[in-house]
């Protein structure tokens, strides 16, 4: 019963950020991940980018732009009903947007100090 208390909890905690739909979802032992695969992607994204921020690796601005591009490409074919997604290209995509938002980010800190 524990387990149940402690994934309502999170749930309700990332139900403020994530639409957590249950097709966009991945699930563990049974139970709904708390966001979807493509903010579980950002999420990985910004721990891949934070890893690379410590490490100093750096990648060129364009490829960072291109990173945002294919999230937003994947997401609009969706949207259009062009080409529905699936929720490994979004846990992709969504990686990738995170690693830019990080890199971005850092490109901008770097910048002003």
Known sequence: MKAQRIWLFLMHLFSHSCHQ???RSFFVHGYQCPVCARCCGV???YAIGIFMWVCSITLPLYIYGGFLL???A???LQAAEIR???NCR???TGTLCGIAF???FRACIMTVL
Request: zero cysteines.
């Open 21 to 23: 739909k249950v097709e």
């Open 84 to 86: 529905p997604s699936t």
């Open 74 to 76: 994947d997401w609009g």
């Open 70 to 72: 294919l999230m937003l």
């Open 90 to 92: 979004r846990l992709l």
């Open 102 to 104: 990080l890199g971005l």
């Open 43 to 45: 999420y990985l994204g």
